[in-house]
């Protein structure tokens, strides 16, 4: 029998325990549904183990493309699922394809129009979850480096591409989702959290029946019968329309690695000394690649350049690369 003391967190949805391994967390979703920084509260039976099944089925589909996340698999219970423990950043992370909820109220925006492309806010976890730019992130010190910000910043937007052709495939427009990311005991970046309706607004896409947790906020509908039609219908075995081929620009910056010595950025610097620029005090000269990129979405296409970085661009014993990619 599990004990108060064995639990580690315990949210609004969520209670956290230790797994069987140190490695590991036990996420027991909660049958609670709330709404409006829990001004709205209700216990729904069933709504727990619904979001640990979807969580379930969009996990594994992010595993199978690739997606480093921290799902391990399915608990004990239908509502627990085994995570890896991460350290999590204290961010969340909304990707917007159509404009619902907040930014509504925020910018004016029509409900439910569509974005030119997919839109990448930030909010600070704190008690009102302020929406914050990405140079206070940097100034926050909530994210270690920098580049781990471009990464998650990123993955959220490849993560949204392969939603979005899931979805579609279903019948469903993804309009907008809610991400955290975490660092494993290694420092890399893995997707946490939960992917359940309740950080999703999903619409019927030919009826525009809510198919998420606005249900229950805006009183449209039963949750959990809203839920298990949703899950139902992911459940449905059907593959995406084919992807036409997209084009996307890369850009690959090599550079030798500190502290290796580098003869031309070394003739370099010495030639900028004798035009007169003596407060140059270092210079490490690099290359600088464009590249247009066909592939069926921003992960593969990522990956794609990543391999030819790591394995024709640049020289592994002596050189550091920075990829930077886009639509």
Do not use: W
């Not at 909820?101 to 492309?117: L, Q």
């Not at 059907?238 to 950025?265: C, D, G, H, W």
């Amino acid at each position: 029998m599990t004990v108060a003391t064995d639990i580690l967190a315990e949210g609004k949805t969520k209670i956290l325990r230790p797994g069987s391994q140190p490695d590991e967390v036990l996420v027991e979703f909660k049958d609670a549904a709330t709404a409006f920084n829990g001004k709205k509260y209700a216990e729904i039976p069933g709504k727990g183990e619904l979001n640990a099944q979807i969580s379930t089925l969009l996990f594994e589909l992010l595993g199978r493309h690739g997606v480093p996340t921290c799902f391990i698999g399915g608990g004990s219970n239908p509502a627990e699922l085994v995570y890896k423990r991460l350290t999590m950043i204290p961010l969340e992370v909304v990707v917007r394809n159509y404009a619902y909820g907040s930014i509504v109220k925020r910018f004016g925006f029509d409900e439910g129009m569509s974005f030119r492309k997919p839109l990448v806010e930030f909010f600070h976890k704190t008690d009102d979850d302020p929406q914050i730019t990405e140079d206070l992130i940097l100034e926050l010190h909530l994210v270690p480096t920098e580049s781990i910000l471009e990464a998650i910043k990123l993955m959220a937007l490849q993560i949204n591409e392969l939603f979005l052709a899931y979805f579609a495939a279903r019948g469903i427009r993804c309009a907008d989702f809610k991400l955290e990311f975490g660092l494993d005991k290694n420092g890399n970046l893995l997707l946490g959290d939960e992917l359940s309706p309740d950080n999703f607004r999903l619409r019927d896409s030919q009826t525009g029946a809510v198919l998420d947790k606005d249900v229950f906020r805006l009183d449209l509908a039963d949750l959990a019968e809203t839920y298990r039609t949703l899950l139902k219908r992911l459940k449905e075995n059907t593959p995406a329309a084919p992807s036409e081929k997209q084009t996307y620009q890369a850009e690959v910056f090599v550079q030798s690695r500190k502290n290796i010595l580098n003869p031309e950025s070394k003739a370099i610097l010495e030639g900028v000394h004798v035009l007169g620029y003596g407060s140059i005090q270092s210079l490490n000269a690099g290359k600088r690649f464009v590249l247009k990129v066909e592939a069926e979405n921003l992960l593969e296409a990522e990956q794609q350049a990543r391999k030819l970085a790591e394995t024709v661009l640049s020289n592994p014993v002596i050189e550091d690369f920075e990829l930077r990619i886009k639509r």
